[in-house]
């Protein structure tokens, strides 16, 4: 792109890094409370994302199975519903995380 | 978080705000107490319909014992069906208005956790004396100090894994709730009570599980 754009996006990336401080200049008492958000709603987000790709292929491959075998789905459903269990477990101690961040700090 | 109206509204606001899990756990042990005199009493050749129902879960979770932890996992049997019946019972009783789940408070959960901690590190013991530590050691010999100190932080990691899927997963559905009673009263928070029952149930069973799992571990030879 051109010389101008290059130095006008720049320009805005390092005064958007800088402009952080100035929020911690303000107010003495809650300094670092967008932090606590940003942090609270990123946690709880990124979490979301491993276990849906987790879940989809756990999910995936015992639909395949059953597809191979549909006499054996019975024996099939019962760990996939644990393994679901397991992986979401995951997504829950990034909640609790999430949930302590909003609460408790 | 507060719970403003529920059945134990009678009693001051320091006790309700401190000790409602307590004050829910003792309903849920109520519950328990009436099924167990149910129960007891003079049981029928060819049973009726309560008798049947209940029949259908203990035979449903003896099976499932019989299935993980074989036959020397009998004697544990019980404890892994109160722990069923408690935490399904207190899962559930969220459910009910003007009840609160004791399960979403992490006290609660995590009692059940240390118990089956305790429980499966004392059948290891007794079953295997000194030679459970021959569990965490691994199949190599000279890798024994290094594989002991990942075993024990993954065995550490058990009762937390257990009691905080477990508190997540109910006080979750506790603050959708009441989100979706500030945003929208009228009939939006309705799907979130047929997830609550499915993950009731389904949270149950997962622990019910893993302490079998856990059991059958310590009860079977090192490697």
């Known amino acids: 792109m051109s010389k101008v754009l290059r130095i006008l996006i720049n320009v805005a990336l390092i005064m958007g890094a800088f402009s952080a401080s100035a929020f911690a200049a303000d107010g003495g008492a809650s300094s670092a409370e967008w932090a606590i958000y940003l942090g609270a709603g990123l946690g709880i987000g990124i979490a979301a994302h491993g276990t849906g790709i987790g879940q989809g292929n756990a999910t995936a491959k015992a639909v395949e199975g059953i597809s191979r075998n549909p006499g054996a789905s019975g024996k099939i459903i019962t760990p996939m519903i644990i393994g679901l269990a397991m992986i979401e477990s995951l997504a829950i101690y990034a909640l609790v995380v999430s949930l302590i961040l909003l609460f408790v700090v | ?223």
Not at chain 2, 117 to 137: L, P, Q
């Open chain 2, 1 to 223: 978080m507060e719970h403003p109206l529920n059945i134990f509204s009678f009693l001051p606001s320091e006790i309700i705000e401190k000790y409602l899990h307590v004050l829910m756990t003792f309903v849920v042990i109520l519950i328990s107490l009436v099924i167990g005199l149910i129960v007891s009493r003079k049981n029928k050749m060819v049973p009726d319909k309560t008798q049947n129902a209940i029949e259908v879960a203990v035979n449903g979770v003896y099976d499932m014992c019989m299935d993980i932890m074989g036959k020397d996992g009998k004697p544990y049997f019980p404890l892994v069906f109160a722990i069923g019946l408690y935490v399904l019972f207190s899962n559930v009783l969220g459910l009910v208005p003007g009840f609160s789940s004791p399960t979403a408070n992490l006290n609660t959960t995590l009692a059940p956790a240390l118990i089956v901690f305790v429980t499966y590190n004392f059948i290891g013991i007794k079953k295997h004396g000194a030679g459970y530590i021959k569990h965490f050691m691994g199949p190599i010999l000279w890798l024994s100090p290094l594989m002991i100190v990942i075993e024990v932080i993954g065995h550490i990691s058990r009762p937390v894994s257990l009691s905080v899927r477990l508190f997540g997963n109910i006080f979750g559905k506790e603050v959708l709730l009441m989100v979706l009673f500030m945003l929208v009263p009228f009939l939006v928070p309705l799907p979130i009570y047929f997830l609550g029952i499915f993950v009731a149930v389904l949270q149950t069973y997962v622990f019910m599980m893993l302490t079998m799992i856990y059991i059958s571990g310590a009860l079977e030879e090192a490697h």
